[in-house]
């Protein structure tokens, strides 16, 4: 299976641009994806096929990469923010999630 | 709008079964694939099973593989998950999802399974 391997854990101030990786073990073109979960709520779309903003999604969001390594992007960040961010991948089968990263705002 | 709505959850013994189901509103159901995810306490995404738009093709994650079986009823709307042999480690929160070319643009809250004597 491919293994999407994210930092466990971010912290940063209000209004700074945060960057979360997602490194896949293997490649998967651009069909990387990327979701947004807050506390107690079901995940969602951010980002689909690595680059694309999803409906509704503020710009302050952004994706980038291809092959194995991919970035998600929020300038500037906002206390709304607050979530994990998962990362998923759907070039390989079977289609595997990231442990997810757990964005904290000082 | 998209509303994925699931039911079905709850507590049950190990080696039982339960069938969850998704009900689908504000798109054409029978258009688009669909998923079913898990998530145990305090831990992450699993993706478990895929169901094609007319049932032609279903795909299953290892750990489910001859004991979850993902079926569709478009006339109803609705997605279910037979889930049998339940293990301790099945417990989890069980999503829905609308599937479009490979991600996930629209998921249900959720349906809770506890698997524990």
């Known amino acids: 299976d491919t293994v999407l391997t994210q930092s466990p854990a971010l912290a940063v101030s209000p209004g700074e641009r945060v960057s979360i990786s997602c490194r896949a073990s293997?490649?998967?073109?651009?069909?990387m994806h990327w979701y947004q979960q807050k506390p107690g709520q079901q995940p969602k779309l951010l980002i689909y096929?690595?680059?694309n903003l999803a409906s509704g999604v503020p710009a302050r969001f952004s994706g980038s990469g291809s092959g194995t390594d991919f970035t998600l992007t929020i300038d500037p960040v906002e206390a709304d923010d607050t979530a994990t961010y998962f990362c998923?991948?759907?070039?390989?089968?079977?289609?595997?999630f990231g442990a997810g990263t757990k964005l904290e705002l000082k | 709008e998209v509303q994925l709505v699931e039911s079905g959850g709850g507590l049950v013994k190990p080696g039982s079964s339960l069938k969850l189901s998704c009900v689908a509103s504000g798109f054409t159901f029978s258009s688009y694939g669909m998923h079913w995810i898990r998530q145990a306490p305090k831990k992450g995404l699993e993706w478990i099973a895929l169901i094609y738009y007319d049932s032609s093709n279903k795909y299953y994650a290892d750990s489910v593989k001859g004991r979850f079986t993902i079926s569709r009823d478009n006339s109803k709307n609705t997605l279910y998950l037979e889930m049998n042999s339940l293990r301790s480690e099945d417990t989890a929160m069980y999503y829905c999802?609308?599937?479009?070319?490979?991600?996930?643009?629209?998921w249900g809250q959720g349906a809770s399974v506890t698997v524990s004597s």
């Open positions: 999802a609308k599937d479009h070319y490979g991600f996930m643009d629209a």
């Open positions: 096929k690595a680059s």
């Open positions: 293997e490649g998967v073109n651009s069909y």
């Open positions: 998923q991948q759907s070039w390989n089968d079977p289609y595997t």
